[in-house]
């Protein structure tokens, strides 16, 4: 019986084991990334890997007039039109409806408190000056212990949960905004007045972009630090590093930037205002999404999107 079509993209650097299950499963053509794409691929594609930053909308799959299943790795899909996919009968094989799996994954939740404690502590700043040979605690003392802080959450589905779980065992007091769970703060303006940290875990959509603008960042006590492993869609950034000049924030650490999934962003971010001001400060912290960064979660996740999309390719066989 001959295997599915499938278009693979190197870009989404698959782990090994999962990219020799692809070759094993599948009839694979693999590319650099979706600009290499041709007509006659696309032709043949019955299932489709799909990086972020390229639309899977519906001028593409109509491009593809035999695929059968999208397959991204991302507990998020803002590249994907699931609508046009489910008016074509195109199962969405990713991670946003799998909250059960997702909940066994917890790297993007470790980095947060990770950033948080690196950004209030100045922990790179410290390790830069004591490997230079300044053995000297003084200049590096926090203003207080994080377990008298307040931490607000603007999101609190998975992963806003488990950070304020980790939060709340070294001593810290927990509020959220999320209009979609009860018992939650009424608006972020009020959250984030009644925080000390502030941590970004929200959905990006047309609804949520700049949703932590440059009033809610104003609204923060004088000293508060700000940490986004959500996306960089969702925070306004020149408003937060206004407010770093100034010194009404502390600090704050990024992992996630508007843009990023743009193709020449790499080779633009280097002279941007945020890389600028990270090398020339040091209460911001980057680092280049790497929250969910772990072999183990990368390998995980690809495996069982895999086995989604080997799933629904046999149920549309079995019909």
């Not at 909250?99 to 502590?121: C, N, Q, S, V, Y």
């Not at 929200?202 to 000293?223: F, I, Q, Y």
């Not at 929250?291 to 799933?311: C, M, N, P, Q, Y």
Request: charged share 25%; with cysteine.
């Amino acid at each position: 019986m001959p295997r599915p079509r499938a278009l693979y993209y190197r870009i989404m650097s698959y782990q090994p084991e999962n990219l020799a299950r692809l070759r094993d499963c599948f009839d694979l053509t693999a590319l650099d990334d979706p600009r290499d794409d041709t007509a006659d691929m696309l032709a043949e594609t019955e299932v489709l890997f799909a990086p972020l930053g390229f639309a899977v909308d519906a001028d593409k799959m109509d491009r593809c007039p035999r695929l059968r299943a999208v397959v991204s790795n991302t507990t998020g899909i803002p590249h994907i039109d699931a609508q046009a996919a489910a008016s074509r009968h195109i199962a969405v094989c990713a991670l946003h409806d799998e909250p059960e799996f997702l909940d066994g994954i917890t790297p993007t939740a470790e980095h947060a408190i990770g950033l948080m404690m690196a950004a209030w502590r100045r922990i790179p700043a410290a390790h830069a000056a004591a490997a230079s040979g300044a053995w000297n605690r003084r200049p590096w003392g926090a203003p207080r212990m994080l377990s008298r802080m307040r931490l607000g959450l603007v999101g609190y589905g998975r992963l806003g949960r488990k950070v304020a779980r980790i939060a709340e065992a070294i001593g810290m007091k927990t509020a959220y905004y999320d209009p979609y769970v009860d018992g939650g703060v009424d608006t972020i303006e009020a959250l984030a007045a009644g925080s000390d940290v502030l941590s970004l875990h929200a959905p990006a959509n047309d609804g949520t972009r700049n949703l932590v603008s440059r009033a809610v960042l104003e609204a923060l006590p004088r000293g508060a630090v700000v940490v986004n492993t959500a996306r960089g869609e969702l925070l306004d950034l020149d408003a937060l590093l206004d407010l770093l000049e100034s010194g009404h924030l502390q600090a704050a650490a990024l992992d996630t930037i508007d843009g990023e999934y743009r193709t020449d962003f790499a080779q633009s971010f280097g002279d941007s205002r945020v890389a600028v001001y990270a090398r020339e400060h040091d209460n911001l912290i980057l680092t280049p999404h790497i929250g969910g960064s772990t072999h183990d979660a990368w390998s995980e996740t690809e495996a069982f999107v895999i086995d989604k999309a080997l799933r629904a390719l046999a149920r549309e066989s079995g019909r």
